[in-house]
């Protein structure tokens, strides 16, 4: 299976607590996203990687979030000092960029759920 | 804000039935694609279209983009059970964006 693949499937952790999440993206895919959702809405964007360069983040991405890609291929999302309103579902997804003036396909991974309590 | 609204939110249907479902805005986008997810996995890519006014077909489902590249439709014919999930459509405003914007889905389900 050449697909996104995300590691762990499902954090549950104490409010205050670190965690990091691991995503690999589809091998030849230059471009890596993050986005959250949670129930009853669609996924909301965080941030993206063309190769190892991070080139966008939402304001949702708070001081507590950290994301990186340091070789270009997979990446990690740390957020330190839980909350509970970080519970969601943590969304990777990969595409490839074939320049100007063409669409950008994203392929999604199974997620992570986080659980605070 | 919203750029995207998906109507209806919920829908409930009996197999064999058709249904349209609908992603409309106000932006224009420079490509749209619909997803499917099931509960606790992530977004299935179905389609992608790019050209104002295009018809993309997948087996039994049918895509439309609209002529402003605005809005854009899903029509599934003879739906069946295991067409059961949440439709989300994504819409990239600028080719050289990152980012795609979703809605926040249709969630269909298909009565036996």
């Known amino acids: 299976d050449t697909g996104v693949s995300q590691d762990p499937r499902h954090k549950i952790t104490k409010r205050g607590q670190n965690v990091t999440f691991r995503c690999d993206p589809i091998s030849e895919h230059n471009r890596l996203y993050w986005y959250r959702q949670t129930l009853g809405q669609g996924p909301e964007f965080l941030t993206y990687f063309q190769n190892e360069a991070q080139l966008e983040k939402s304001r949702l991405l708070s001081d507590r979030f950290s994301a990186e890609r340091p070789k270009g291929s997979f990446s990690t999302l740390e957020i330190q000092r839980t909350e509970q309103g970080d519970s969601a579902m943590y969304l990777c997804a990969s595409s490839f960029d074939r320049g100007p003036h063409k669409s950008y396909e994203q392929y999604f991974g199974p997620g992570t759920r986080l659980t605070v309590t | 804000t919203q750029l995207l609204e998906q109507s209806p939110q919920f829908l409930s249907i009996q197999e064999g039935e058709n249904l349209t479902v609908y992603c409309n805005s106000s932006?224009?986008?420079?490509?749209l694609q619909w997803y499917r997810q099931e509960p606790g996995e992530g977004p299935v890519l179905l389609v992608t279209v790019v050209t104002g006014g295009e018809v993309k077909k997948l087996k039994r489902l049918t895509f439309q983009f609209g002529d402003a590249r605005k809005d854009s439709s899903l029509h599934i014919t003879a739906a069946q059970p295991g067409d059961t999930g949440l439709y989300l459509c994504?819409?990239?405003?600028?080719?050289?964006?990152?980012?795609?914007?979703f809605g926040d889905g249709t969630t269909l389900t298909v009565k036996p």
């Open positions: 932006s224009v986008f420079s490509s």
């Open positions: 994504a819409g990239a405003r600028d080719v050289r964006a990152g980012k795609s914007t």
